[in-house]
């Protein structure tokens, strides 16, 4: 009965409220946070994640750009009824080059973090032209627009600004980006694969929609190029998966 004397006294004074709140969330806080000064780092090291090529940042824009995050989100929860719809669960440094992250706060067509290689091409230009044109019941817009030109004059400044907060390009992707971009979206998949292969591995080569050597770039181009790097960065047959809750 006197502690609870006392819990009533806290609770109708507004000074003696403010300083517990204060007092329990700094007590919160610490626990919460002290833990990470002990290691390293909060984000594993994974082999295989790389920054994105400019072709696949022009894309990643235009997802941005697009507001695709509203609807799709790029985190597979550490779920088993998630990673058998979706694949592994997502890692933390799978976003670690990620400005801003792509996480999402709903659902309203499937989690986009492993459809890298799951549909060719040519099926994600027609999915983005005419949506029902391939899944009969989708709600999604159609975007064929994205066929227009793709504007990439300013790549190198935007991978420069990336590397002011944390993203590793040097200065010879920088200078070569314009270059590196036209090489990965005009490139013949079948043949030699060009230096840009080299300095982003995994890349996939090619246009996403069938034009003559010399015509320019499309916004299309750039959106697959970022689809189809999605989930495809890691080999997950050597990543030992933790238990998965149900």
């Known amino acids: 009965m006197s502690l609870f004397k006392h819990h009533v006294r806290i609770e109708t004074n507004v000074l003696l409220l403010a300083v517990g709140t204060l007092i329990t969330v700094s007590i919160g806080g610490l ?28 894309g990643r824009d235009i997802f941005v750009r697009e507001g695709c995050y509203n609807c799709h989100s790029q985190m597979i929860r550490p779920f088993k009824d998630e990673a058998e719809r979706y694949g ?10 990620d400005h801003p992250f792509q996480w999402g706060s709903k659902r309203t067509g499937p989690d986009l973090a ?13 999915h983005l032209i005419d949506p029902r044109a391939v899944v009969p019941d989708s709600i999604m817009p159609g975007y064929p627009h994205l066929l227009r030109p793709l504007d990439y004059h300013d790549i190198g400044t935007r991978l420069r600004a990336l ?11 920088i200078a070569d980006a314009a270059r590196d971009l036209e090489a990965q979206a005009t490139a013949d998949p079948t043949a030699s694969p060009p230096p840009v292969a080299a300095r982003y591995p995994r890349l996939r080569l090619g246009r996403a929609v ?22 495809t960065m890691v080999d997950f047959s050597r990543i030992d998966p933790a238990p998965l809750r149900r």
């Not at 594993?44 to 022009?58: F, I, M, T």
């Not at 290689?117 to 099926?123: I, N, P, V």
């Not at 590397?163 to 992707?173: I, M, T």
């Open 31 to 58: 626990v919460e946070v002290a833990p990470l000064f002990s290691i390293e780092s909060t984000i594993e090291k994974v082999d295989g994640v790389r920054p994105y090529s400019p072709l696949e940042q022009a």
């Open 88 to 97: 592994h669960y997502s890692l933390a440094a799978e976003s670690k080059y």
């Open 114 to 126: 492993r459809v890298g290689g799951k549909y060719a091409s040519d099926w994600h230009v027609r």
């Open 163 to 173: 590397r002011v907060v944390g993203v590793p390009y040097d200065d010879q992707a």
């Open 210 to 231: 069938e034009a003559a050597a010399d015509a320019p770039v499309t916004e299309m181009d750039a959106l697959v190029a970022y689809l189809q790097v999605l989930g």
